[in-house]
């Protein structure tokens, strides 16, 4: 299924929306990806490819919302539950077997799809928005 930016995702800060919104492209992406592995197409190197880039934007993403918490002086306590989310997801992702993906693509890429288009609903909504009406509170 494909995610679509909704009004409700907005952080009230562009960057991070936009990191967000190329979150989700990435994701989509992966989605098209496993149509083709629907149709029999093996994709195993695309679909390492993707995951593998979207680990990695996932890194330089955290960085850059971890550095904001500092810079805003967002309170401890949830800049401790930003900071667990994020390392839970590393948790998750690395618990991703590769290998079973060459053995049965389509379940597997229907897995990791589920996975990742939940957590970063997750993410936005409920975890990063706290964030953004912090800082759409502190700009008032
Ligand atoms: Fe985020």
Not at 15 to 40: F, P, R, T
Request: aromatic fraction near 12%; charged fraction near 30%.
């Amino acid at each position: 299924m494909i995610i679509k930016w909704r009004d409700d995702y907005s952080c009230y800060d562009p960057i991070i929306d936009a990191q967000h919104s190329k979150m989700i492209d990435m994701i989509n992406e992966m989605n098209e990806i496993a149509k083709l592995v629907e149709d029999g197409v093996d994709s195993y190197d695309r679909i390492v490819e993707i995951f593998n880039g979207l680990k990695d934007y996932a890194v330089y993403h955290f960085g850059h919302e971890e550095k904001m918490f500092e810079e805003h002086g967002y309170d401890s306590f949830n800049t401790k539950i930003q900071i667990l989310e994020h390392k839970s997801f590393f948790h998750k992702v690395s618990a991703i077997n590769l290998y079973e993906l060459d053995e049965s693509q389509q379940e597997a890429v229907n897995g990791i799809l589920d996975f990742l288009s939940k957590w970063l609903d997750h993410h936005i909504l409920h975890i990063d928005k706290k964030f953004g009406e912090f800082l759409r509170d502190k700009n008032e």
